[in-house]
């Protein structure tokens, strides 16, 4: 079982907006770690989406976006495309561990 | 850019001992944290330890007594030594420079535990 909890799946229509939650604790996320996000499409390595909560690296759309509230985050795809269809993991560290989500399986309907 | 490349055996045989060497290039080892994640077949990812460049190590509890990381500053490059392994080992092996403020990943390898 993870410390930082995502729910196991998620999915929308092509064009709706999605959001996947990972929930933490005052330890980690509420402690003012940074939560990064990943997307993992089958058979390839994790690529970061999102680092430091809310920052893009150059080439991930727009459409991809993080926030951090308190001991949870929160990543929001809008203009879902069937391309997102995918594994999506927060990843966050507290003072001496590195911390994942247990994934969350984006369907695209 | 930072680069990491994963290399090593992908075929190791139970009770024995697992090594991988991840190279880091486009930037020096000597400054942030390293880490070893894996993730076995269908399953989500697990941390299994870090090294910072002073060379301290933190390790997942749930590994700790079978991890090993050492860091080569000279050669650019830090490893994983995982003992006594079993089946429930066979993973791909990711190395990563993480936790950091902006994460850098290997593409990982496959490594197969099997007689």
Redesign the interface.
């Known amino acids: 079982q993870?410390v930082l909890t995502q729910p196991p799946s998620v999915s929308g229509a092509p064009g709706q907006r999605v959001t996947i939650s990972c929930t933490g604790s005052r330890s980690n996320i509420g402690a003012g770690?940074?939560v990064?996000w990943y997307q993992q499409l089958p058979g390839t390595?994790?690529k970061?989406l999102i680092?430091?909560n809310s920052n893009r690296?150059s080439g991930v759309p727009d459409r991809f976006s993080g926030s951090r509230s308190g001991t949870s985050a929160s990543l929001a795809i809008t203009g879902l495309q069937a391309e997102d269809e995918a594994d999506y993991?927060c990843?966050s560290?507290d003072s001496?561990?590195?911390?994942?989500?247990?994934?969350t399986k984006l369907t695209v309907l | 850019q930072v680069q990491l490349q994963e290399s090593g055996p992908g075929l190791v045989k139970p009770s024995e001992t697992l090594s991988l060497t991840c190279t880091v290039s486009g930037g020096s080892i000597s400054s942030y944290y390293w880490?070893w994640?894996r993730q076995p077949p269908g399953k989500?990812?697990?941390?299994i330890g870090?090294i910072y460049y002073s060379g301290s190590t933190?390790y997942?509890p749930s590994l700790k007594s079978r991890v090993t990381i050492s860091l080569d500053t000279s050669k650019n490059q830090f490893s994983l030594k995982l003992s006594s392994v079993t089946a429930a080992d066979t993973a791909?092996y990711?190395c990563a420079r993480?936790?950091s403020?902006?994460?850098?990943?290997?593409?990982?390898t496959l490594v197969t535990v099997s007689s």
């Open positions: 993870s770690y940074d990064h390595a994790p970061l680092y430091g690296p993991y990843q560290h001496s561990l590195v911390l994942f989500g247990g994934g | 880490s994640i989500g990812l697990e941390w870090y933190n997942n791909v990711y993480v936790p403020p902006l994460p850098r990943w290997g593409q990982g």
